[in-house]
């Protein structure tokens, strides 16, 4: 298991959040309104599952996310509001309403299922920070372990440096936050399958155009994959690691060294 230092966290009042006096039905959380672990931004609980008719929960015992529960997922993500094709053609900056939303995906005893989003109006400095205080499961509470975060980008951009080193957080013996490389519940509980093996991490990408979604996994060694939809597979493209900018006024991220170069 691959880690590296991170954060800490404390504890999660219940959440019921709901809109019903305002007749409009939610579609996902604002950071503002989560409880957060240990007074630390990053440390924010999530509900879940996501109620939407279109991301259901998938009964499978293999070491894999079901792309029965991924697919569903990130077209769902592209289809919420501000989600997709939001860049001003004439700036290439997001809009006012861009929005990144970013979901945790996560294992209970009996399925797999995926949290509520949490939105982030972005601009050029901010994206979706993930739910790393993990799932408060309606059925099974927090100690449901989380495989990996999905998120959008708005404007069709490519996957970012900082894209490829979120992954799940658990809390150490010594008090300190790791992030690890297999799915792993914030207090420190590892997912297996039926065959008693490790359930390895992965991290999900909705891009491109509402009419044309490119999607990408990746895991923690850097190993990218598209989906391709003509094949119905995964299919591999290049190993991936990334870059931070140097310096204060250059970008403030680059897009990751990959070999071959990844094809957009």
């Known amino acids: 298991m691959t880690a590296r230092p991170f954060m800490r966290r404390a504890f999660f009042p219940t959440l019921l959040l709901v809109l019903a006096c305002t007749g409009h039905r939610r579609l996902y959380y604002l ?30 015992d293999t070491a894999t996310v079901p792309d029965d529960l991924v697919l569903p ?38 399925d797999w299922r995926v949290s509520w989003p949490i939105r982030n109006l972005l601009n050029e400095r901010n994206a979706c920070q993930p739910p790393f205080g993990g799932v408060e499961d309606e059925s099974f509470g927090r100690e449901v372990p989380i495989v990996g975060f999905a998120h959008n ?8 440096g900082p894209d490829l080193t979120q992954f799940p957080a658990l809390k150490m013996a010594d008090g300190l936050w790791t992030m690890v490389s297999y799915a792993a519940s914030p207090s420190g509980r590892l997912a297996r399958d039926s065959h008693n093996q490790l359930i390895p991490a992965w991290a999900w990408l909705a891009t491109g155009h509402k009419d044309e979604p490119r999607f990408y996994k990746w895991n923690p060694a850097g190993e990218v994959f598209r989906w391709k939809e003509d094949t119905t597979q995964w ?16 970008p403030r991220t680059l897009l990751p060294r990959c070999s071959p170069t990844l094809k957009w």
């Open 235 to 250: 299919e591999f493209q290049a190993l991936c690691h990334p870059q931070e900018a140097s310096g204060l006024r250059g």
């Open 73 to 110: 997922t990130l077209r769902t993500l592209m289809a919420l509001p501000g989600a997709t094709d939001a860049c001003d053609p004439n700036t290439g900056r997001p809009r006012p309403d861009a929005s990144e939303y970013c979901v945790a995906i996560y294992k209970t005893p009996q």
């Open 153 to 160: 980008h708005p404007c069709g951009t490519l996957m970012s």
């Open 31 to 60: 950071r503002s309104e989560l409880p957060i672990l240990e007074g630390r931004f990053d440390l924010a609980v999530v509900p879940g599952p996501w109620p939407h008719d279109n991301v259901p929960s998938v009964v499978s």
